[in-house]
Structure formats: C-alpha cells, structure tokens
C-alpha cells in the first residue's frame, strides 16, 4: 500500500509539475503558456506541490482524523482545493456558475461542513490527491489555450480579471497548506 501511494503520488507530481522543483526558488513562466499565466501556472504548481509533499505517506488514520467537530479532514481539504478549481474553471473559462452535474460532484467539498466531514472519509489520500491532479491537468489545457490579453480581462460582472481570479484560487490553496499542516502537526503518532 505504501510503494502504490507513492507511485501515486509521483505519478501525480510528474503529470502535472513538469514546471517545479522542490529547490524551485525562482517564478518563471511555464513552458507552452503566455509570460503571465506560465508565471501564474509556477505559482500554483508550486504550491501544490508543497502541498503533496505534506501529505504523502498519511496513514488512512491520520487523513481521517478530525481535530474537533468543526474542523475538516485533510482528504476533505483537499477535495475543497480541487472543487474550487473546478468553480474557477467554469467562472473563468466559460463565464458561468457550476452546473448542476457539476454541483452534484463537487458542491459537499466546495461548501465543506458537516455533510464533507461525513462524505470524505474512508480513502487514502491518494484518491484525493488523484481527482485534484485531474481537475489541474483540466486547469493547465485550458490556460494553454488562453492567453495574456485574455488573463487582464474582466470575468462576467467586471468584479475582477482573470488573472485575479486564478490568484485567488493560489491564495485560497496557501490559506488550505496552512491549515493541512496545523492538522499535521495535531496528528496521532
């Protein structure tokens, strides 16, 4: 179980992160995207990677544990980066709410809360860590295809750019990484 979560895990890394390194200490556009989105896209690869690498190895135990009964598991944390992708995803590319398919799969972990606290418990860590790498590899296709004049634009409702947007969704995931490794350093031994 062990060689196969971090066969998962790397798998996850070289599928998605073939812009980062751990040593990584410099933001440089990724490869195949426009100077400001391939920055943006270093950005976010980073911190997910960072994230991973906090994970990885969690006993089913440990990715279960709940610290009080208003706190989240880190699985569902996880799900929670992953759902707000997907919600950013349809903002941002297709200037529209989730749908209702979308909302079906995706709302428990966008909302968290006790129905999250309830629903995301019972797998390894690396399921969540495999539908957050799914939604990514969503995320990066459709930035390849978008540009920077598109990154400065307004999303539906002039509220913010895009560009805005997508540095919300890497705020919100360093808001998360600090949470998952407070839950860490609470975990049982």
Not at 8 to 17: A, E, G
Not at 114 to 138: C, H, M, Q
Not at 151 to 176: D, L, P, R
Request: avoid cysteine; hydrophobic fraction near 40%; charged fraction near 25%.
């Amino acid at each position: 179980m062990k060689n196969q979560l971090k066969l998962s895990l790397i798998f996850s890394l070289l599928i998605v992160s073939t812009t980062f390194t751990f040593g990584q200490a410099t933001i440089s556009p990724a490869k195949g995207f426009d100077h400001d989105i391939g920055n943006m896209v270093s950005m976010l690869e980073n911190l997910r990677a960072r994230i991973i690498r906090s994970v990885e190895g969690l006993n089913q135990e440990q990715t279960d544990f709940l610290l009080d009964e208003k706190a989240n598991r880190i699985g569902a944390m996880i799900m929670h980066l992953a759902a707000t992708e997907v919600y950013y995803q349809a903002y941002t590319f297709e200037d529209r709410e989730m749908n209702e398919e979308e909302k079906a799969k995706w709302g428990v972990a966008l909302s968290l809360g006790d129905e999250a606290r309830e629903e995301f418990t019972g797998k390894p860590i690396s399921n969540y860590l495999d539908e957050w790498t799914k939604v990514r590899v969503k995320t990066q296709e459709l930035l390849k295809e978008k540009d920077d004049k598109w990154f400065s634009k307004k999303t539906k409702g002039g509220q913010m750019n895009n560009q805005f947007a997508w540095f919300h969704v890497m705020e919100h995931q360093a808001n998360h990484m600090g949470q998952i490794n407070m839950l860490r350093s609470r975990l049982p031994k």
